[in-house]
T-cell receptor
Framework: GAVVSQHPSRVICKSGTSVKIECRSL??????MFWYRQFPKQSLMLMAT?????????EQGVEKDKFLINHASLTLSTLTVTSAHPEDSSFYIC????????????FGDGTRLSIL | GENVEQHPSTLSVQEGDSAVIKCTYS??????FPWYKQELGKGPQLIID?????GEKKDQRIAVTLNKTAKHFSLHITETQPEDSAVYFC????????????FGGGTRVLVKP
């Protein structure tokens, strides 16, 4: 149980393109999902908390207009990187919890985004 | 906000030996401490967690200890195997912060056969 699926696993696109990443909880409902960013050989940094049916909560320094989050159902959250540039290249990972208290969190296998 | 420090950043052990990773946290309100294992190109996988009302927890070859007074917790892996080679992350969270996880910097563990 507690499987989180991310799609796509890898994206390579040109600068200026907008890219959508999907995060699905396959066998449970998640009112809250989290989006992280991880640079090579570094730790995970929380970008935002995605809340079903309401606006996402962004961490300090994360541009909400750049990283659009939509959590339209209890099993799906999407992250759209708008007008992506090379500096947006990173590993994006989502997580979700089966419990209202958000513990423990289960992670997807990430999306590697490469902007040329 | 919470700050989590993790040591060492790299750890090389001989197969069969034990590995210990230590983390410290700054916010005494933190009450949940998970450990994740991340393999190359994959997302983190939860391997064990501990809550603040418990001092120690064990699951087969893996154990975690928590010292609330000193605000540090440790991961112990016994009888290490080559498949234990990965990056390990500790994290801390507390309810008032929406149970958001703050991660340590990670430890790259290499188990040599």
């Amino acid at each position: 149980g507690a499987v989180v699926s991310q799609h796509p696993s890898r994206v390579i696109c040109k600068s200026g393109t907008s890219v959508k990443i999907e995060c699905r909880s396959l066998d449970f409902q998640a009112t809250t999902m989290f989006w992280y960013r991880q640079f090579p050989k570094q730790s995970l940094m929380l970008m935002a908390t995605s809340n079903e049916g309401s606006k996402a909560t962004y961490e300090q320094g994360v541009e909400k207009d750049k990283f659009l989050i939509n959590h339209a159902s209890l099993t799906l959250s999407t992250l759209t990187v708008t007008s992506a540039h090379p500096e947006d290249s990173s590993f994006y990972i989502c997580s979700a919890s089966t419990r209202r208290g958000n513990q423990p969190q289960h992670f997807g296998d990430g999306t590697r985004l490469s902007i040329l | 906000g919470e700050n989590v420090e993790q040591h060492p950043s790299t750890l090389s052990v001989q197969e069969g030996d034990s590995a210990v990773i230590k983390c410290t946290y700054s916010d005494s309100a933190s009450n949940y401490f998970p450990w994740y294992k991340q393999e190359l190109g994959k997302g983190p996988q939860l391997i064990i967690d501990i809550r603040s009302n418990v001092g120690e927890k064990k699951d087969q070859r893996i154990a975690v200890t928590l010292n609330k007074t000193a605000k540090h917790f440790s991961l112990h892996i016994t009888e290490t195997q080559p498949e234990d080679s990965a990056v390990y992350f500790c994290a801390a969270s507390f309810k008032a912060a929406g149970n958001k996880l703050t991660f340590g910097g990670g430890t790259r563990v290499l188990v040599k056969p």
